[in-house]
């Protein structure tokens, strides 16, 4: 019995995908020219032991991330992205620490000493409930009277790793400010802002010093076109020969919570969602790069849902339930829908296709 389907149907499908295409396609902009991506998120699963701390990528191969376009900070505009591809993002948390993995293509530059020669990658993340992406914070006092006080609730927490004196492969961060590190040669620093002209390096500034602070980050980089495996040290700068084409990986972790009493870091709650988002700076034709000079992985935060260990679907508190994720697979399980339809349809409509049974052959 030849299988009839109203042919109908398969417009009443076309209709539906359309008129969610252009939902999805429709966004408001504010007055800060800024239209993020509405599904772009980061997931950190909880997955213990399953990466290690070097800047390689191959542990963090089943991992999902999410391939963010980078567009100048000042100046989030399609036309000038980043030219060599997308910034994978990728995050898990072993329950303790949370892990990242930032992966970007580009070709391999390197000047020893000099950061500003040198790619470098930043993570930013919201601390005070009013801070916001745009303005590391947002808080309008200007640096003569910013501090604690006047800037409460505009605090951001960031991270910045610059290369220039660091080995490929090898561990930086993790030490108490006025500790073990020595000045200018910090690769990886730990800052909290309120504004681009309130910024410091966590425990100085107007807060004040208090060696209950420290720089929890700990991180490694790597580029694909190295070829050592046995560790390399500073003699080999620069490590492989520039202009070789690759992808460059920037690996961190940090503790979910920090022992900060003074609003400079995040704290990170399992089941709980985080706003944050990443940037990156590249020397371009030969050119040292500029502070401001950078990408960003979207013009406003960016959620990062922290997923509690035990079930395998984890709900996350967020603003909306009916988060991205689900949608999308709605809509791919009606795509898939529609195609079977449209399929069997047209099957019905070939009458020349006999149908064989397979003992016959
Ligand atoms: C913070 O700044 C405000 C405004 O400039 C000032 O009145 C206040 O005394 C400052 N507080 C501290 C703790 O420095
Ligand atoms: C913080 O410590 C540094 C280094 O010891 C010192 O130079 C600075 O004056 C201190 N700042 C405050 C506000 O105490
Ligand atoms: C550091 O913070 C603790 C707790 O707030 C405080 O008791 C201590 O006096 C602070 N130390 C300094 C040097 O500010």
């Not at 990170?268 to 050119?287: E, H, L, V």
């Not at 009606?334 to 149908?355: E, Q």
């Amino acid at each position: 019995m030849p299988l009839q389907l109203p042919h109908h149907l398969f417009f009443v499908c076309l209709a539906i995908l359309g008129s969610a295409y252009f939902a999805a396609s429709h966004q408001e902009s504010g007055d800060w020219h800024c239209e993020p991506n509405e599904e772009a998120r980061i997931e950190a699963q909880f997955r213990a032991g399953i990466v290690t701390l070097d800047g390689r990528a191959d542990d963090w191969a089943d991992i999902g991330g999410f391939d963010f376009p980078l567009r100048p900070a000042l100046d989030p505009d399609e036309d000038k992205e980043y030219d060599d591809g997308k910034m994978t993002v990728k995050a898990l948390h072993d329950g303790t620490d949370v892990y990242f993995m930032l992966q970007v293509n580009g070709e391999y530059i390197y000047s020893k000493g000099d950061d500003h020669k040198c790619p470098s990658v930043a993570l930013m993340f919201q601390v005070g409930d009013s801070a916001t992406y745009h303005d590391m914070g947002g808080c309008k006092e200007s640096p003569d009277t910013c501090n604690s006080t006047s800037c409460r609730g505009y605090e951001v927490d960031i991270m910045h790793f610059s290369i220039g004196n660091s080995i490929p492969g090898r561990l930086y961060g993790g030490y108490s400010i006025y500790g073990d590190s020595n000045g200018d040669r910090i690769g990886l620093v730990d800052m909290y802002s309120w504004n681009p002209h309130c910024r410091n390096v966590d425990n100085s500034g107007p807060s004040g010093n208090n060696s209950t602070v420290l720089n929890n980050w700990k991180g490694a980089w790597w580029h694909s076109s190295f070829k050592t495996h046995s560790g390399f040290i500073e003699d080999d700068s620069p490590y492989a020969s520039s202009g070789q084409k690759g992808t460059y990986y920037f690996e961190f972790s940090r503790p979910l919570r920090t022992t900060d009493l003074l609003q400079q870091d995040a704290q990170f709650t399992i089941g709980q969602s985080s706003k944050f988002s990443a940037a990156f700076w590249y020397p371009t034709d030969g050119n040292p790069w500029h502070g401001s000079g950078h990408y960003t992985v979207s013009c406003d935060w960016v959620p990062m849902d922290i997923t509690p260990g035990s079930s395998t679907r984890a709900k996350v508190a967020s603003g909306s339930s009916w988060d991205a994720a689900s949608g999308f697979a709605l809509l791919l399980s009606f795509v898939a829908f529609c195609v079977s339809m449209f399929v069997g349809y047209w099957v019905s409509k070939s009458k020349s296709l006999p149908f064989t049974p397979i003992d016959h052959l």
